[in-house]
């Protein structure tokens, strides 16, 4: 199995620039999680969707983040525009069954600089 | 609010030189607590996951025990491919119910 798949692995870019990152969740999970890696805040969720539907969102910082799931096997974490204060490290996780009892699998995740 | 503490920040051992991570958490109800695994540039790797007060489990060197207010990851002849750092996470009943991660234990273990 390959695992969480998440593209690029890094991306720099400059503040007011569109960054949209991707991920490819493990075959057959139904639950894929969105998650900001910071050395001040640690590992926080942003979104968690279950069977493709957005289910909690509570953790998404502001309207310029949306992240949609298309279908199973794909989802995608956009920000627009983008500020320095988005600069961080961000993981794709999936799960097998629903909600959040179930062990994640976490992506290689994507480190994001904003200049 | 929910809360997850990790102690100590970083931890240096000397390779077979047993000690133990602390994860305290502060929560109405626990569904569950998880460690995870994290190495450089790598995103968590999954080790345990704890149900009630009074379980453990094992993997090689690691042990995990939990009671109701707190987990230890206790590390038992330690080496150096041990070295990352160490996240524990708590499952809380009630509310959201997303997992609450702490700021993890960055180990260093010296040949």
């Known amino acids: 199995d390959a695992g969480v798949i998440q593209s690029p692995r890094h991306e720099v870019t400059e503040m007011g620039q569109e960054v949209t990152l991707r991920c490819k969740p493990i075959?057959?999970?139904?639950?894929l999680f969105w998650y900001r890696q910071t050395m001040m805040r640690g590992l926080e969720l942003l979104i968690y969707f279950n069977n493709n539907v957005p289910i909690d969102d509570s953790g998404m910082p502001e309207d310029r983040f949306s992240a949609k799931m298309p279908n199973a096997s794909f989802s995608t974490l956009k920000i627009q525009p983008s500020e320095p204060r988005d600069s961080a490290v961000y993981f794709c996780?999936?799960?097998?069954?629903?909600?959040?009892?179930?062990?994640?699998?976490f992506g290689p995740g994507t480190r994001l600089t904003v200049l | 609010e929910d809360q997850v503490t990790q102690s100590p920040e970083a931890l240096r051992l000397q390779e077979g030189e047993s000690s133990s991570l602390n994860c305290s958490y502060t929560?109405?109800?626990?569904?569950?607590l998880f460690w995870y695994r994290q190495d450089p540039g790598k995103g968590p790797e999954f080790l345990f996951t704890l149900y009630s007060a009074g379980e453990e489990k094992e993997k090689e060197r690691l042990k995990a025990t939990l009671t109701k207010k707190e987990s230890f990851l206790h590390i038992t002849a330690p080496k150096p491919e041990d070295s990352a750092t160490y996240l524990c996470a708590v499952h809380p009943a009630g509310g959201s119910e997303k997992l609450v991660f702490g700021k993890g234990t960055k180990l260093t273990v010296n040949p």
């Open positions: 075959s057959g999970h139904n639950s």
């Open positions: 996780a999936s799960s097998l069954v629903t909600g959040y009892t179930d062990t994640q699998y």
């Open positions: 929560v109405s109800g626990l569904r569950g």
